[in-house]
C-alpha cells in the first residue's frame, strides 16, 4: 500500500521561511515530487528528488531522505503568491502517489 | 504552444447520464493519466496508458471508462455506474513515466 503524510495546513508571514514536511511508506519508490497547486488550478512541477540531499532551485529546496522515507520542501522569502496547496507525490513504476496536499497561507 | 488541454473547464450531468472528458496533449509524450480531486484529499489515479492501444486500471476505476485510439488524445468517460462523480478531474502527460505535466482541470457536477 501506499501511506503519504504531510501537514494540512501552515501559516507563515511574507519574507519568512516555511518548511513543509511529507514521510512515507510505500510499495516501491523511483522518486519524490513537489507539486504546488493554486486553488481551481492544476498543479505545476516543482522538483524531483531522486538521491538523497538537498536541490536547490532559487527560492525553493527539496531535501530527500530514502532510508528515513522523509522529504521536506523549503519556501524561503516567502511571497503572496505563494499561498497555495503544496503536494507531495511518491513514484513507482510510472505511478504517482500523492499526500492530500499542505495548505500554506502567506500573511503580509 | 506545446501543453495540455482539457475541455470543457465545466460540465454538468444529469442522472444517469455517461459524459466523456476530453485530454489532448501536443507534447509527444506517450504516457498520459487520469486523476481525480476531491476536497482536503490527495489527486487519487483512474486509468493510465504508457503506450497508444493501452491502459491499465488505477486505485479508483470502477464507474470510469477511457481509449487510448491516438498518442495524443486520452478521454475519460464518467459512466452512470459511477455514483459520486461530482470532482476536480485532472489530466497528465509524461515522456518518461517520471515526471507528469497537468492539464488545466474539468469540474464535474451532478445537476
Known amino acids: 500500500g501506499q501511506n503519504i503524510d504531510q501537514p494540512t495546513e501552515m501559516t507563515a508571514t511574507e519574507g519568512a521561511i516555511v518548511q513543509i514536511n511529507c514521510t512515507y511508506q510505500?510499495?516501491?519508490?523511483?522518486?519524490l515530487f513537489w507539486y504546488q497547486q493554486h486553488a481551481g488550478e492544476a498543479p505545476t512541477f516543482l522538483s524531483y528528488n531522486v538521491l538523497d540531499g538537498l536541490e536547490e532551485k532559487g527560492r525553493f529546496s527539496s531535501f530527500l531522505s530514502r532510508s528515513k522515507g522523509y522529504s521536506y520542501l523549503l519556501l524561503k522569502e516567502l511571497q503572496m503568491k505563494d499561498s497555495a496547496s503544496y503536494l507531495c507525490a511518491v513514484t513507482n513504476d510510472y505511478k504517482l502517489s500523492f499526500g492530500a496536499g499542505t495548505t500554506v497561507t502567506v500573511r503580509a | 504552444d506545446g501543453g495540455i488541454t482539457q475541455s470543457p473547464k465545466y460540465l454538468f450531468r444529469k442522472e444517469g447520464q455517461n459524459v466523456t472528458l476530453s485530454c489532448e496533449q501536443n507534447?509527444?509524450?506517450?504516457?498520459m493519466y487520469w486523476y481525480r480531486q476531491d476536497p482536503g484529499q490527495g489527486l487519487r489515479l483512474i486509468y493510465y496508458?504508457?503506450?497508444?492501444?493501452?491502459?491499465q486500471k488505477g486505485d479508483i476505476a470502477e464507474g470510469y471508462s477511457v481509449s487510448r485510439e491516438k498518442k495524443e488524445s486520452f478521454p475519460l468517460t464518467v459512466t452512470s455506474a459511477q455514483k459520486n462523480p461530482t470532482a476536480f478531474y485532472l489530466c497528465a502527460s509524461s515522456i518518461d513515466g517520471d515526471t507528469q505535466y497537468f492539464g488545466p482541470g474539468t469540474r464535474l457536477l451532478v445537476l
Open positions: 496508458s504508457q503506450i497508444v492501444n493501452d491502459f
Open positions: 507534447l509527444n509524450h506517450d504516457a
Open positions: 510505500t510499495s516501491g519508490f523511483n522518486g
